[in-house]
Structure formats: C-alpha cells, structure tokens
C-alpha cells in the first residue's frame, strides 16, 4: 500500500508561486494550482483558503525574501555606491534573457492590476516601503559617512532606485540583453555619484 504523501506548506506555496508567476493572478486556475500543488481542492482551502487567499500568502512570502535579500546585500561592508551597486547587480540575471523574461511577481502583480485590490494593494505597498525604506537607510549611513554631500536628498535617491528596480523588472519581460540591463543599471547608479 502506498504511503501518503506529507503535505509540505513550503512546497505547496512554492508550487503555487509558479503557477502564479507565470500565468498572472487571473490566468492561474485552481486545476493548474491544484496540479502544481499536488493538492486537491479541500485540501488547498483548508491550508490557504480560497484563491486570493492563497496569492497573497504566496506574494508576501515571495517579498519577504527578496526584502531578505536586501538587508543581507545592503548590509555588507564597503560604500552606499557599493552596497546599492551589488544589490542592483544580483538582478541582471532575473532581469536578462530568457530567465528575465518572467519579470518579477511583484512588479507583474502591480502591472496586471491585481494591486487595485485592498489586500493585495496593500501588500504590494507594504514592499515597496520597505524596499524603499532600506535603500534609505543604507543611503543615510552613506551621507553620516561622508561619501554624499550634506545637502543630498537620499529621500529622493531612494525612491528614484526603487522606481528603476521596478522599470528594470518590467523591461525583464522583454528579455534585455544582460550588457543592456547593466548599461541601465550603472546609469541608475550614477545617482549615487556625489
């Protein structure tokens, strides 16, 4: 007799992220999530409940660990410039070539419109906040240091960063050349030349 198998949320979300991913919110059907998943119907409401329940669990746990990321990245050693540039750099995969072309489910949620709903605007909100949020911090540490002039607007610069990671990933469904997103990329930078 074969043993069933263990449910594993983690797996489950991870599934459904691709589904979601690449089919958008409302091209992602509960067959698709339920045969990515490998769960049936019941099961998928009594873990997630329905499916916008089960999207914003899935687009929180995908921001979180691209906020995750962030920190980590921004929090190493070396100049504001240096730190921003790395973190830039470690999306010219994600955001090139065929990889790219997947976009980001954040920026892709924003784009197909499914951020007019309360939930899921205010999620996506919530990120961009926070993203935003980090970039100043690190920008702030950067002015205390010396490295900007004191009347830099990190404000303005950090919002500016977020608006181009969000372009970068809406370029991404394009599939750009990785030579083109790090052409835009140091161009971007260049706000942090003081």
Known sequence: MARPRSFDPDAALDA???????????????????????????????????????FLKVLDRYQ??????????LA???TA???????????????????????CLSVNTLVEGVGRDDAVGASLDAYNRELEALLRARLEAGLSAGEFPATYDVAGAA??????YNGLMVMARQAPPADLTRAAIAHLLRLLDA
């Open 16 to 54: 459904a992220r691709d589904v979601f991913w690449a089919r958008g919110f409302a091209g992602a059907s509960y067959e698709q999530i339920t045969e990515a998943t490998g769960l049936q119907k019941p099961s998928l409401y009594a873990a997630f409940g329905d499916k916008q329940a089960l």
């Open 64 to 73: 979180q660990g691209l906020l995750d990321h962030a920190r980590r990245v």
């Open 76 to 78: 190493k050693p070396g």
């Open 81 to 103: 410039r240096e730190a921003v540039g790395r973190w830039f750099e470690g999306f010219v995969p994600l955001c090139s070539g065929a990889r790219g072309s997947r976009g």
């Open 159 to 164: 919002h500016a960063l977020v608006a181009g």
